[in-house]
T-cell receptor, first 113, second 114 residues
Framework: ETGVTQTPRHLVMGMTNKKSLKCEQH?????MYWYKQSAKKPLELMFV???????ENNSVPSRFSPECPNSSHLFLHLHTLQPEDSALYLC????????????FGPGTRLTVL | AQTVTQSQPEMSVQEAETVTLSCTYD???????LFWYKQPPSRQMILVIR??????QNATENRFSVNFQKAAKSFSLKISDSQLGDAAMYFC???????????FGQGTRLTINP
């Protein structure tokens, strides 16, 4: 695998379910990001991790819980989501933590019923 | 506030022709980086081109080039010899020096007519 990979590509879950999104980068980068892409809205930054440390939480509800066990892996744990959380969730990584080019994965299309 | 405006929700062009996508942005910072990304139906956000604000020379990448006007805060993308594979959503974005947040526009959907 090369670049940034995300699994699963599609996820349908009920409001009471617990699920996790996984992101893995094979680029040797030090920073990783979660973005939310909703219809008709610009991409929204959710979380940033730099060298496994969370450096930004963009006022995201606590039903989204990120985890970064090492600089190559990033998870987004989901629980008791709402239908309005349905969106495309994109993971990205960059070599440097600041003002560097971000490379994106293919995204996970999440539907909350 | 830092914002990006893409005033053209949709554009179309004939195959092999040239098309220009518009982007304006707003920031009080002087040191930043600008990007164009494309997102085809596969949903993968792919970097098209990057421009450093301190560079006066416009960036080019094969058939893709930009017209960067710093004073006007304008950053348009020109695609020459359009190909069917160029069909996608195109997003303009910028990030200021020292920040981690990419600020995106709402995108322009580009259709290529054969």
């Amino acid at each position: 695998e090369t670049g940034v990979t995300q699994t699963p590509r599609h996820l349908v879950m009920g409001m009471t379910n617990k699920k996790s999104l996984k992101c893995e980068q094979h680029l040797g980068h030090n920073a990783m990001y979660w973005y939310k892409q909703s219809a008709k809205k610009p991409l929204e930054l959710m979380f940033v991790y730099n060298f496994k440390e969370q450096t930004e939480n963009n006022s995201v509800p606590s039903r989204f819980s990120p985890e970064c066990p090492n600089s190559s892996h990033l998870f987004l744990h989901l629980h008791t989501l709402q239908p309005e959380d349905s969106a495309l969730y994109l993971c990205a990584s960059s070599q440097e933590w600041s003002a560097d080019t971000q490379y994106f994965g293919p995204g996970t299309r999440l539907t909350v019923l | 506030a830092q914002t990006v405006t893409q005033s053209q929700p949709e554009m179309s062009v004939q195959e092999a022709e040239t098309v220009t996508l518009s982007c304006t942005y707003d920031t009080s910072e002087s040191d930043y980086y600008l990007f164009w990304y494309k997102q085809p139906p596969s949903r993968q956000m792919i970097l098209v081109i990057r421009q450093e604000a301190y560079k006066q020379q416009n960036a080019t990448e094969n058939r893709f080039s930009v017209n960067f006007q710093k004073a006007a805060k304008s950053f348009s993308l020109k695609i020459s010899d359009s190909q069917l594979g160029d069909a996608a959503m195109y997003f303009c974005a910028f990030i200021i020096q020292g920040a981690q947040k990419l600020v995106f526009g709402q995108g322009t959907r580009l259709t290529i007519n054969p």
